[in-house]
């Protein structure tokens, strides 16, 4: 009576609960939105310090900090574009190459369906039952699902990609932008710094969390790596400002 109702909830799985591969598809845009804004914070924070050193200008900070803004938004949502295209054609072939092998010799390809279920631990007469009803089902999805780990329904979109990644840059950005206009000349430098090393730990626990890795690592490897950046930069405004000046 227990084995049944088990097999009977494992058949009838709830509306409500999410697909594996769209919780992993999910957990993975979340992820690339927060090392993107983490890339407009560091990157953006880096341009406004240096500026902020060399001159205590608000207009030239702010021309530098928005330009960054910008300049790094346009170049994420291009490089995300591209990347994802590639990838999206790569599968594309593949699916097609796999179609192809389907009408031409069915027979071989449900042979290799049932070696790969028996290579994952079934024995050969259940791999072969299960490629069979596979097949039955939906022959692309069973192969491009185990042979090339894609999913014909859910392909990459480039340019979902691309506005996400310039979205989130941009949000990253603008915090430090704010941090150092708002406050007196004096203390626009303490105040972005502060404030950006606040941002990085968020970002490095969130990235952590996303991915099940231990947080006080990367909080520690986000916030070293984003003081060096700031401190980098500051001693190079400096320098070019105290030799312009």
Do not use: C
Not at 22 to 35: C, F, H, M, P, T
Not at 165 to 194: C, D, E
């Amino acid at each position: 009576m227990y084995i049944v109702a088990a097999v009977s909830s494992r058949s009838h799985p709830h509306p409500s609960e999410p697909h594996v591969g769209s919780v992993s598809s999910k957990l993975n845009w979340l992820r690339a939105g927060v090392l993107g804004a983490n890339d407009g914070i560091v990157s953006t924070a880096g341009i406004v310090v240096g500026v902020a050193a060399a001159t205590v200008e608000r207009a030239p900070v702010l021309t530098a900090g928005t330009a960054g803004l910008v300049a790094g938004a346009v170049s994420m949502a291009l490089g995300e574009y591209v990347s994802v295209s590639t990838q999206r054609d790569t599968e594309k072939a593949l699916l097609h190459k796999e179609r192809q092998e389907l009408r031409d010799d069915p027979a071989a390809e449900l042979d290799e369906l049932a070696a790969l279920y028996e290579g994952k631990g079934l024995s050969a007469a259940t791999a072969r039952t299960v490629a069979e009803e596979l097949t039955d089902h939906n022959p692309l999805l069973a192969h491009a699902e185990v042979e090339l780990g894609i999913n014909p329904d859910e392909l990459t979109n480039p340019w979902q990609a691309a506005s996400s990644s310039a979205l989130s840059f941009a949000v990253g950005a603008l915090l430090p932008l704010i941090a150092i206009l708002l406050p007196p000349a004096a203390w626009r430098i303490p105040v972005t710094v502060a404030a950006v090393l606040v941002a990085l730990v968020i970002t490095g626990a969130v990235s952590a969390g996303l991915g099940g890795a231990p947080k006080g690592r990367a909080v520690l490897r986000n916030v070293i790596g984003g003081g060096l950046a700031l401190s980098i930069t500051y001693v190079i405004g400096h320098l070019v400002g105290t030799a312009i000046g």
